[in-house]
């Protein structure tokens, strides 16, 4: 299964830059992973996904990359607002059942 | 998209007692929803896997006997943390799948803060 942390590590960036937040996955028969986005005490919020056979997927101002060779997913999200300051956890699905794994989470705080 | 919605979104009560949390899927059927504990500043931890007409599924070092789990419909299931403890105080999140297949999309619920005095 994936690792799982016992602490948020943070990420601080400027409004109107670009943030990278990574993830690592260890199960290498993964073929589905999504990014999500939580705020305070609410529940995850699909941001977008990506299948194992692309390397690459863009949505509105998100791009996920995804790196098998080294089992390693990111999420670029280009000119970042104060309205993305949450935080950020991928998650994996194995090829043989529909549980997701999460991974360890990233704080993302924008300062304006 | 399909909304998963939750009952309580928060509860506070006494050590000992009983708490059950709803989790509905308001506009798809189910037949798969997931149960998740996160605590403050860690990752979400799946509990249990609720199948609809049978027996859930729990992770490893999960108490089935203290978190019940009921998925008596296609659009909801129930968690029922019994005799509380304020060691089980914690925020649940559930998910659910769409469909009867049970590789559809998976959307989750809002949460339920449950804090045991």
């Known amino acids: 299964g994936e690792s799982v942390g016992l602490h948020l590590p943070t990420l601080s960036v400027q409004e109107g830059d670009n943030s990278i937040i990574n993830c690592a996955y260890s199960n290498s028969a993964s073929d589905y992973f999504i990014w999500y986005k939580q705020e305070s005490g609410k529940g995850p919020q699909f941001i977008i996904d990506?299948?194992?056979?692309?390397d690459k997927r863009q949505g509105q101002r998100v791009t996920v990359l995804l790196n098998k060779t080294v089992k390693h997913l990111s999420l670029q999200i280009a000119a970042t607002q104060p309205g993305d300051s949450a935080v950020y956890f991928c998650?994996?699905?194995?090829?043989?059942?529909?549980?997701?794994?999460f991974g360890g989470g990233t704080r993302l705080m924008v300062k304006p | 998209g399909a909304v998963v919605s939750q009952h309580p979104s928060w509860v506070i009560c006494k050590s000992g007692t009983s708490v059950k949390i709803e989790c509905r899927s308001l506009d798809f059927q189910a037949t798969t929803m997931f149960w998740y504990r996160q605590f403050p500043k860690q990752s979400l931890m799946l509990m249990a896997t609720?199948?609809?007409?049978?027996?859930?599924?729990?992770e490893q070092g999960v108490e089935k006997d203290k978190f019940l789990i009921n998925h008596a419909s296609l659009t909801l299931s129930t968690l029922t943390v019994t005799s509380a403890h304020p060691e089980d105080s914690s925020f649940y999140i559930c998910s659910a799948i769409v469909g009867t297949s049970g590789s559809g999309e998976q959307f989750f619920g809002p949460g339920t803060r449950l804090t045991v005095l």
């Open positions: 998650a994996s699905r194995g090829n043989a059942g529909n549980m997701l794994t």
């Open positions: 990506i299948r194992s056979n692309m």
């Open positions: 609720s199948n609809e007409g049978s027996k859930a599924t729990y």
